[in-house]
């Protein structure tokens, strides 16, 4: 069975400083990983996604997510947090060689103060 | 380009009535989904259709009806509503399956008293 766990329900981070967001899965063969984004009252939307290739991908707003197969993960990192980036973030995965959905984790606060 | 649009915004409902809620994408997108979000608890798939005719269910449609008569229309139909169904509701679609991001709508906020 598919699974996405966020083992954090929140993170703080000063402006300024870097941010990671964590993200494991667990599916069988190879995995379709995405990240969302929601803020306050309004749906999600995509930031980045990884298929195959090369293990870092970046996406919007100068976000970037390092695949690491080994151990399972995909960790959302920005450089530099913006009082902007409050928000909140899900992970979501989708096994490449079943037709299964996509598997939403349940999602971290992020919080960044000035 | 609207993207996906969702209708209403808000709804009140009593128990025992019924509503359907709208969705539309002018895309041109194969799939559409619809999710209800309960806080804490991420987002769960309700239906979802792989194109005009074509719907399945996911891992919560009790209580729940769709229909796709078009590609661009994808109503959510509640029948006989419970509290169990306060919720947020998204709709959302995507131009393929599995390597292809999907586009959400704005959701509809539904209390059931």
């Known amino acids: 069975a598919q699974s996405v766990a966020q083992p954090e329900d929140q993170v703080n981070v000063a402006e300024g400083n870097p941010l990671t967001v964590k993200c494991t899965y667990s599916?069988?063969?190879?995995?379709?990983l995405f990240w969302y984004v929601q803020y306050p009252n309004r749906g999600l939307q995509f930031l980045l996604k990884?298929?195959?290739?090369?293990?870092l991908v970046k996406g919007s707003y100068g976000f970037e997510a390092e695949f690491n197969k080994s151990q399972t993960s995909f960790h959302l990192k920005k450089p530099s947090a913006l009082v902007s980036d409050s928000a909140l973030y899900f992970c979501?995965?989708?096994?490449?060689?079943?037709?299964?959905?996509?598997?939403f984790g349940k999602g971290t606060k992020l919080s960044v103060k000035p | 380009n609207a993207g996906v649009t969702q209708t209403p915004k808000f709804r009140i409902l009593k128990i025992g009535q019924s509503m359907t809620l709208q969705c539309t994408q002018d895309?041109?997108?194969?799939?559409m989904y619809w999710y209800r979000q309960d806080p804490g608890m991420g987002l769960k798939l309700i239906y979802y259709?792989?194109?005009?005719?074509?719907?399945d269910k996911g891992e919560v449609p009790n209580g729940y009806n769709v229909s796709r008569s078009t590609t661009e229309d994808f109503p959510l139909r509640l029948e006989l509503a419970a509290p169990s169904q306060t919720s947020v509701y998204f709709c959302?679609?995507?131009f393929g399956t599995g390597r292809d991001e999907q586009f959400f709508g704005p959701g509809t906020r539904l209390t059931v008293l």
């Open positions: 259709s792989v194109g005009a005719g074509i719907t």
């Open positions: 979501a995965v989708r096994s490449g060689g079943s037709q299964g959905n996509l598997i």
């Open positions: 599916v069988s063969g190879n995995p379709y």
């Open positions: 959302a679609s995507s």
């Open positions: 990884y298929i195959t290739g090369d293990n």
């Open positions: 895309m041109n997108h194969n799939y």
